[in-house]
Nanobody
Framework: VQFVESGGGLVQPGGSLRLSCAAS????????MNWHRQAPGKEREMVAQ????????NYADSVKGRFSISRDNAKNTVYLQMNSLKPEDTAVYYC????????WGQGTQVTVSS
């Protein structure tokens, strides 16, 4: 199993980014997927979930209304569209399947700063 995250960067408050996660080593379309993030000095937290066919999603309260998770099962890829970014969204972002397994990618750094 492998996850490769990309799309992070430095963005000003109020800006947007779209993260991608390419998954391999398992039957992608059979699993719900999620995005997690870990800020410096904090525990890793789940921010968004999507079921295996992309119909059902769920979000942490801190990102609800600003972030949107989607997936393309033909490309084995899950996305996280992040709008109205805030400095407190600064973190390394990771994807994983559900139930979460102890295999993580390198993550992608998101920094929100003016």
């Amino acid at each position: 199993v492998q996850f490769v995250e990309s799309g992070g960067g430095l963005v000003q408050p109020g800006g947007s980014l779209r993260l991608s996660c390419a998954a391999s080593g398992f039957t992608f379309g059979a699993y719900p997927m999620n995005w997690h993030r870990q800020a410096p000095g904090k525990e890793r937290e789940m921010v968004a979930q999507i079921n295996n066919n992309g119909v059902s999603t769920n979000y942490a309260d801190s990102v609800k209304g600003r972030f949107s998770i989607s997936r393309d099962n033909a490309k084995n890829t899950v996305y996280l569209q992040m709008n109205s970014l805030k400095p407190e969204d600064t973190a390394v972002y990771y994807c994983n399947r559900m139930p979460t397994i102890p295999t993580w990618g390198q993550g992608t750094q998101v920094t929100v700063s003016s």
